[in-house]
């Protein structure tokens, strides 16, 4: 082989090697643990700094939306099916809030373990469909309409 | 099959077949696009969740489609003209870029009209939003490199340079924002886990898809014409294009 | 004729390099200052609250070392080009890109490593925990890097432009995104004492990847450029 050939071949060979390092790296970065969120669970473990604002990820508890008075400020309960947090929150709630509904709230904990939120987001399902056939699959009991799907 | 292309690279052939193009284009992007919206706004069924709002994804969705469907025909034809250097090449790739950057606009604008009822509030930085933001920064860069190079052939190299540089990118952005995103959402938020949509509102949101891409095609190959007139002013087909 | 090897090149031109940065001493700490200086703004316009700083503050360091990197892009082939020894470079038998990564590498050594060395003190004054110094020294070492490499397209994209720093940013801040996201997600997950591997592993993987693609897309802008 002469002997530009056989730089040329080194090149290649490096390009080659950096991507493949690359692409090996990546791969392990993805195969790393990615729980990254606040759950309830972690605030009833204590996990989180009071007076620290956090977001606090979970499913909105049935049964537990109340309304205050003043009509503003709503009380609820944000769970990942193991532990509860109570939420307060005053402000305009997003139409997609409801009960069993994914939500993102964005708050501090305070010193009773109560959350009080700033924003509340709601989180919409990528499932399109007619009212009459989420009836239909909810009577033949192939989908319930708010159930979370723990991720 | 390799003859018709040698032709198609040649501006004066490309000039008169893209005339006739244009026009059958043009019908078919009418027609598919009301018949989209009529299926669309009219005859599709409300959302069992979200009500009428969703329609707006029947604009949104092809939208956000085409903003990486044009970057990626951007990036293409910017590579070949740097390899073979295809003048008809680099013409289409730079009337790709204003394209592209609109549909990026467009699907940022109505994601954010979509939102604001949806999650609450007009932006979110959620993994596509933000993704998409990115890209419209992308398209805006190539843009004014290009239009900060005088001379022409080098801005054109320059800028397919930037524009394969942003191919690779986009999928290390896209990942970035999505992985970042999860740092900070709910572990139980349903996910995207399986995009399931109703035939009824599937049929429309393809035709709009489709409706999409052909105005693209056409209005790109107006733009490509207009530009190859720019360019070749001096030749003898292109003063009598213009004479008449 | 004595031909130099590739390698020969490369310590001759690394030598060079250096010592014309080392004799501009001056112009190569503004870029540091600015990074001081930019980062203690934030407490001024923020307020003092300790937790408040603490929660942004690798946010702050972050975009703040985006910014310096992005000032001192400039200087990687300016003067160069403008003294007609980038055309040396580029019209030598030994592969430009090679070249390329070598004045990248200089650039990285007297940018890069200062604010990594000044980091964890700009740490201490926006309260960012001690358990996070040292992820922030680690994100800050793989994550440079990938700023002067990246942004050497940038810089060899408008090199032959006059006013080229403005559009730099425009070509180059969206390129840094990923770098920004990993590179702060670590340093916050640090604080809150939850894993950082994989931001790592990723910064690492980006690393690995500009340093074999971005000295080729960089000669090759350089080639248009000087044309």
Redesign the interface.
Same mark, same amino acid.
């Given at each position: 082989m002469n002997p530009k050939r056989k730089k040329r071949l080194i090149y290649v060979v490096l390009i080659v090697a950096g991507v493949g390092a690359a692409a090996a790296l990546m791969v392990t970065a993805f195969q790393q643990n990615m729980m990254y969120f606040i759950t309830p669970t972690e605030i009833a473990a204590g996990a989180v700094q009071q007076g620290r604002s956090i977001r606090l990820g979970g499913v909105v508890s049935e049964g537990s939306l109340r309304r205050e008075n003043d009509g503003l400020t709503v009380h609820f309960k944000v769970t990942d099916n193991a532990n509860e947090v109570p939420v307060r929150y005053k402000g305009i709630l997003p139409d997609l809030f409801r009960e069993g509904q994914g939500i993102i709230a964005i708050g501090k904990v305070t010193a009773d373990n109560l959350f009080v939120a700033d924003e509340v987001l709601a989180k919409h399902d990528e499932n399109y469909m007619p009212p009459e056939v989420m009836e239909a699959l909810e009577k033949s009991g192939a989908k319930s309409p708010h159930k979370p799907e723990a991720k | 099959m390799w003859q018709f292309f040698h032709k198609l690279a040649s501006p004066k052939f490309f000039y008169d077949f893209s005339s006739r193009l244009i026009f059958w284009l043009a019908i078919v992007t009418i027609i598919l696009m009301a018949s989209g919206l009529y299926m669309g706004l009219v005859e599709a069924?409300?959302?069992?969740?979200?009500k009428d709002?969703?329609r707006i994804?029947f604009i949104h969705v092809p939208a956000a489609w085409m903003s990486m469907f044009v970057y990626m025909v951007m990036a293409i034809t910017g590579a070949i003209n740097l390899i073979w250097r295809i003048k008809l090449a680099d013409i289409i790739s730079m009337s790709c870029a204003p394209l592209g950057a609109s549909f990026t606009f467009l699907a940022l604008v109505t994601g954010s009209i979509w939102g604001k009822?949806?999650?609450?509030?007009w932006w @979110?930085w959620d993994a596509r939003l933000t993704s998409e933001l990115?890209l419209l =920064? #992308?398209y805006?860069?190539y843009m004014?490199?290009r239009a !900060?190079?005088e %001379?022409k052939? +080098?801005a054109s190299?320059?800028a397919a340079?930037?524009a #394969? @540089?942003?191919v @690779? +990118?986009i999928p290390?952005?896209h990942?970035?924002?999505e992985?970042?995103n999860?740092?900070?959402?709910?572990?139980? @938020?349903?996910? =995207? %886990?399986?995009?399931?949509?109703?035939t !009824?509102?599937l049929i429309p949101l393809l035709l709009m898809a489709f409706a999409f891409k052909t105005y693209f095609v056409s209005v790109l190959l107006v733009r490509t014409r207009t530009e190859l007139l720019v360019r070749e002013f001096r030749s003898s087909w292109a003063r009598k294009e213009l004479s008449k | 004729m004595h031909r130099p090897s590739t390698f020969q090149a490369c310590k001759s031109l690394l030598k060079r390099d250096l010592l014309l940065a080392f004799r501009h001493r001056g112009e190569l700490a503004n870029p540091l200052l600015f990074f001081v200086i930019v980062v203690s703004l934030f407490p001024l316009g923020i307020g003092p609250e300790a937790n408040t700083l603490s929660t942004i503050a690798p946010g702050i360091l972050w975009v703040a070392a985006l910014l310096a990197a992005l000032l001192s892009l400039e200087t990687i082939f300016r003067s160069d080009f403008d003294d007609g020894s980038l055309e040396q470079m580029l019209l030598s038998p030994h592969p430009a890109a090679v070249l390329v990564a070598v004045k990248v590498f200089v650039h990285w050594l007297v940018s890069g490593v200062p604010l990594i060395l000044l980091s964890p003190l700009l740490g201490v004054l926006l309260q960012i925990p001690e358990e996070s110094m040292l992820i922030l020294v680690v994100s800050l070492t793989l994550g440079t890097p990938i700023l002067s490499l990246v942004g050497s397209i940038g810089v060899a994209l408008t090199v032959g432009l006059r006013r080229g720093g403005l559009l730099l940013s425009l070509l180059v801040l969206p390129l840094y995104t990923p770098v920004l996201i990993f590179g702060a997600s670590a340093v916050t997950n640090a604080a809150f004492d939850l894993p950082v591997a994989a931001q790592l592993y990723f910064l690492a993987a980006l690393c690995v990847l500009s340093i074999t693609l971005a000295p080729i897309a960089t000669a090759a802008a350089l080639r248009i450029s000087a044309d």
């Amino acid at each position: 082989m002469n002997p530009k050939r056989k730089k040329r071949l080194i090149y290649v060979v490096l390009i080659v090697a950096g991507v493949g390092a690359a692409a090996a790296l990546m791969v392990t970065a993805f195969q790393q643990n990615m729980m990254y969120f606040i759950t309830p669970t972690e605030i009833a473990a204590g996990a989180v700094q009071q007076g620290r604002s956090i977001r606090l990820g979970g499913v909105v508890s049935e049964g537990s939306l109340r309304r205050e008075n003043d009509g503003l400020t709503v009380h609820f309960k944000v769970t990942d099916n193991a532990n509860e947090v109570p939420v307060r929150y005053k402000g305009i709630l997003p139409d997609l809030f409801r009960e069993g509904q994914g939500i993102i709230a964005i708050g501090k904990v305070t010193a009773d373990n109560l959350f009080v939120a700033d924003e509340v987001l709601a989180k919409h399902d990528e499932n399109y469909m007619p009212p009459e056939v989420m009836e239909a699959l909810e009577k033949s009991g192939a989908k319930s309409p708010h159930k979370p799907e723990a991720k | 099959m390799w003859q018709f292309f040698h032709k198609l690279a040649s501006p004066k052939f490309f000039y008169d077949f893209s005339s006739r193009l244009i026009f059958w284009l043009a019908i078919v992007t009418i027609i598919l696009m009301a018949s989209g919206l009529y299926m669309g706004l009219v005859e599709a069924p409300p959302d069992y969740q979200q009500k009428d709002s969703y329609r707006i994804m029947f604009i949104h969705v092809p939208a956000a489609w085409m903003s990486m469907f044009v970057y990626m025909v951007m990036a293409i034809t910017g590579a070949i003209n740097l390899i073979w250097r295809i003048k008809l090449a680099d013409i289409i790739s730079m009337s790709c870029a204003p394209l592209g950057a609109s549909f990026t606009f467009l699907a940022l604008v109505t994601g954010s009209i979509w939102g604001k009822p949806m999650w609450g509030t007009w932006w @979110v930085w959620d993994a596509r939003l933000t993704s998409e933001l990115i890209l419209l =920064f #992308l398209y805006l860069g190539y843009m004014a490199l290009r239009a !900060s190079i005088e %001379d022409k052939t +080098n801005a054109s190299r320059a800028a397919a340079v930037l524009a #394969l @540089v942003g191919v @690779v +990118n986009i999928p290390i952005i896209h990942y970035s924002v999505e992985w970042w995103n999860t740092l900070h959402q709910g572990p139980t @938020v349903t996910k =995207f %886990d399986k995009p399931s949509i109703h035939t !009824s509102m599937l049929i429309p949101l393809l035709l709009m898809a489709f409706a999409f891409k052909t105005y693209f095609v056409s209005v790109l190959l107006v733009r490509t014409r207009t530009e190859l007139l720019v360019r070749e002013f001096r030749s003898s087909w292109a003063r009598k294009e213009l004479s008449k | 004729m004595h031909r130099p090897s590739t390698f020969q090149a490369c310590k001759s031109l690394l030598k060079r390099d250096l010592l014309l940065a080392f004799r501009h001493r001056g112009e190569l700490a503004n870029p540091l200052l600015f990074f001081v200086i930019v980062v203690s703004l934030f407490p001024l316009g923020i307020g003092p609250e300790a937790n408040t700083l603490s929660t942004i503050a690798p946010g702050i360091l972050w975009v703040a070392a985006l910014l310096a990197a992005l000032l001192s892009l400039e200087t990687i082939f300016r003067s160069d080009f403008d003294d007609g020894s980038l055309e040396q470079m580029l019209l030598s038998p030994h592969p430009a890109a090679v070249l390329v990564a070598v004045k990248v590498f200089v650039h990285w050594l007297v940018s890069g490593v200062p604010l990594i060395l000044l980091s964890p003190l700009l740490g201490v004054l926006l309260q960012i925990p001690e358990e996070s110094m040292l992820i922030l020294v680690v994100s800050l070492t793989l994550g440079t890097p990938i700023l002067s490499l990246v942004g050497s397209i940038g810089v060899a994209l408008t090199v032959g432009l006059r006013r080229g720093g403005l559009l730099l940013s425009l070509l180059v801040l969206p390129l840094y995104t990923p770098v920004l996201i990993f590179g702060a997600s670590a340093v916050t997950n640090a604080a809150f004492d939850l894993p950082v591997a994989a931001q790592l592993y990723f910064l690492a993987a980006l690393c690995v990847l500009s340093i074999t693609l971005a000295p080729i897309a960089t000669a090759a802008a350089l080639r248009i450029s000087a044309d």
